[in-house]
């Protein structure tokens, strides 16, 4: 039988000169996954090596099952952890008369017989009972020292024999895939982007020739083999728990015990701040939960809803993030990326307050420090705003602005009716204007407090209050506009002739009376007329709406990318980007082709058949910034699209309301939790001191 293409995945760490030479003279076993898929092609994915057989129980049968059975689903579905065969050195290489010996057994008995002058193999029963239950595949690896691909890559071993399905390959084309096992404090492999599963289904329609090119039946599974790759540092460490041998670590404790009490003490100390907040939100929770059916607690909630929907988000986050630190996903024990992700996900939400806080910190002692001097540039600001914009702007239109000539008294009515409102407005925030100063001074304790999402919120809910003149103002006038606009639409179809059916959504052809004609052609004309006086107010107090409405947004926007920028991803893509992979690559290190000499049996001649060697080395691309953030940000803008823009230029044309917020996506709120402080205290500092057990 002849296996045309043969991969072998080498860990890298078993590519070092100095471990290599210290085994050449003995022989090791080799454990990992056969992964394949099709009869032409075969992975072998080597996870560790065992040196010493001699140690191992009797019992490796079950401790091999039992490492598969921690294994991800997946991966037990498609392969098994399992004995793959023995790896020698160059000083037991088998001889060319060996290597025709069919016979796994008699070759294990061949090297067994070379090594045992060395007195490294006290016992054959072990081996001779893996290789009765390994029967029908196995490999044999050997060391060659004359070889080396670099500083990297120093020794490589070559494909001596292997055997599956229970034939012996004559030759193959072998290529040797050197990796670095991933680690959780490291890296890990991964084929496919993070957000790759959405991009799929955001995909356009794909072309035919990629369907058909994908019902083809690959010839490996690389997928499978990337898992198991991942897997490895997990199944060689499960292994080692049940076959290694105690050690004793009073070293390491003794030297690890200052970090330990410093880890404990700093865990006592966060938890015993986040008490305080605890029991600080629980009271705020229950006064208010005294008044939440009264008018003013629903009014209230009303004008400030961006504020109260804000602190219940930071509320949630700060009882929550405990839970969250806590690890519940059993995956992340068995595979390196599964690992990689949960840490990520259980980090997330109190790097989050944490960066939130930091800012706030920072926006809140100035302003503390700079509160009046911040208040008094306010006051200025919006007085000069309201004398030199509104005012003026008001008496401009009254007049003729640009020189159109709009109808007098219709104009002096819209003027008179805007200045009012405005006097009155000014007037009240007048008498309110010594409180401005605290005002500021809330919005700095809020920071400092809650973070810097609260205040911003409080800020939108201040300047719709604030500007709660020119609102009125424009919905009075926009409501006048698109009664005219409807009125001069209906008058438009009478001559026409025309019918709204609102019923099939159509125009219907109906006759009028002469009448009908006669007051149509009399209203038509006024209200034609009329129609630039109320467009002129109607379009400056849209601006001054619409640039209101675009500084809410601005700030809403701001408030969506605070909450939704993952700052762990981003620390951890500054200091270990390998963290983040997207697709794999290969280095190639070494090409050539070996000359096997074979016996024909029905030709009954000799002739030499080459197989392919390639030696590489398994690299990861890794994800920029912007692919890291994009994912997330896409929340935030999920709001803006053709129809939002659509939805709202219309509506400014006809006098409909315009939406004063962009509908960014906010972390979801989660049911209110109430468990005695003890009990809180005692999740907050086991999460930490969680975490700080499997960081050592």
């Known amino acids: ?224 083999v990337i898992l198991a790759i991942n897997c490895a540092a997990a199944a060689k460490t499960a292994f080692e728990i049940q076959v290694g041998p105690k050690r004793s670590f009073s070293k390491f404790v003794i030297f690890k015990r200052p970090s330990i009490f410093l880890w404990k003490l700093v865990a006592i100390l966060t938890a015993s701040l986040c008490t305080m907040y605890y029991i600080l939100l629980q009271l705020f929770h229950n006064l208010l939960s005294f008044g939440s059916e009264s008018w003013l607690y629903i009014s209230l909630a009303r004008i400030f809803s961006t504020t109260w929907i804000n602190i219940r988000i930071r509320c949630c986050q700060i009882l929550y993030w405990p839970i969250y630190l806590q690890d519940h996903d059993l995956r992340s024990q068995s595979c390196v990326e599964y690992a990689c992700k949960a840490a990520l996900l259980k980090n997330s939400m109190w790097s989050s307050i944490a960066a939130d806080f930091l800012l706030g910190n920072l926006i809140g002692f100035t302003l503390l420090f700079y509160s009046e001097s911040v208040s008094s540039w306010i006051l200025k600001f919006a007085s000069d705003t309201t004398n030199e914009l509104l005012r003026s702007g008001c008496v401009w239109l009254m007049g003729d602005p640009a020189g159109f000539k709009l109808n007098a008294e219709l104009a002096s009515v ?138 809410c947004i601005l700030i809403e926007i701001t408030i969506s990318i605070i909450h939704e920028t993952p700052y762990i991803k981003i620390f951890f893509w500054i200091v270990r980007p390998r963290k983040f992979p997207s697709g794999v690559w290969f280095e190639i290190k070494s090409h050539h082709t070996d000359h096997v000499h074979s016996v024909d049996s029905v030709k009954k001649d000799t002739h030499e058949k080459g197989s392919c060697v390639l030696v590489s080395v398994l690299h990861s691309n890794t994800l920029s910034i912007g692919q890291i953030l994009w994912p997330h940000y896409r929340k935030v803008f999920a709001g803006i699209s053709g129809s939002f823009i659509a939805t709202s230029a219309h509506a400014v044309l006809t006098g409909k309301p315009i939406s004063s917020t962009l509908g960014t996506g906010l972390p979801p709120t989660m049911p209110w939790m109430t468990i005695p402080c003890r009990d809180y205290w005692h999740i907050c500092r086991n999460s930490i001191l969680g975490c700080g057990s499997k960081s050592n």
Request: some cysteine.
């Open 414 to 551: 819209l003027g008179m009716i805007s200045l009012t409102a405005i006097q009155i407005w000014s007037t009240l925030w007048s008498f309110l204007g010594f409180l401005f100063c605290y005002l500021i001074k809330g919005l700095a304790l809020l920071g400092i407090v809650f973070g810097a999402t609260v205040p911003a919120a409080l800020i939108i809910d201040i300047i719709c209050v604030a500007t709660l003149h020119v609102s009125i103002v424009r919905l009075l006038i926009s409501i006048l506009y698109s009664q005219q606009i409807q009125a001069l639409a209906f008058l438009w179809r009478l001559f026409r002739g025309r019918k709204c059916n609102p019923l099939r959504q159509r125009l219907d052809s109906y006759d009028y009376t002469v009448k009908q004609h006669v007051v149509g052609s009399l209203l038509f004309t006024p209200l034609l007329l009329l129609l630039p006086t109320t467009s002129v107010f109607y379009i400056y107090f849209t601006i001054l709406k619409t640039t209101i409405m675009l500084v």
């Open 1 to 224: 039988m002849t296996l045309l293409n043969c991969r072998i995945w080498w860990p890298k760490d078993l590519t070092d000169s100095t471990k290599s030479y210290s085994s050449s003279s003995r022989s090791s076993l080799l454990f990992g996954w056969f992964v394949s898929v099709s009869s032409l092609s075969l992975d072998v994915v080597v996870a560790f090596q065992c040196y010493e057989p001699s140690s191992l129980s009797s019992e490796i049968e079950e401790i091999v099952h039992n490492t598969n059975a921690k294994m991800p689903i997946f991966l037990q579905d498609k392969s098994n952890f399992a004995f793959l065969g023995t790896c020698t050195g160059n000083s037991v290489q088998l001889s060319r008369d060996e290597m025709e010996d069919t016979s796994f057994n008699g070759i294990a008995s061949t090297s067994k017989g070379k090594n045992s002058v060395n007195g490294q193999w006290s016992s054959r029963c072990l081996l001779d009972g893996l290789l009765e239950k390994n029967s029908n595949d196995w490999i044999l690896l050997v060391y060659d020292n004359r070889e080396q691909y670099g500083k990297d890559v120093q020794m490589v071993p070559k494909l001596q024999k292997i055997q599956w399905n229970g034939q012996i390959i004559s030759h193959s084309d072998v290529h040797v895939i050197v990796y670095a096992t991933p680690t959780r404090s490291s890296h890990h492999f991964s084929l496919k982007f993070e957000d790759s599963s959405e991009q799929e289904k955001t995909h356009r329609k794909k072309p035919k020739w990629f369907e058909e090119l994908h019902q083809k039946k690959p010839l490996n599974d690389l997928d499978t």
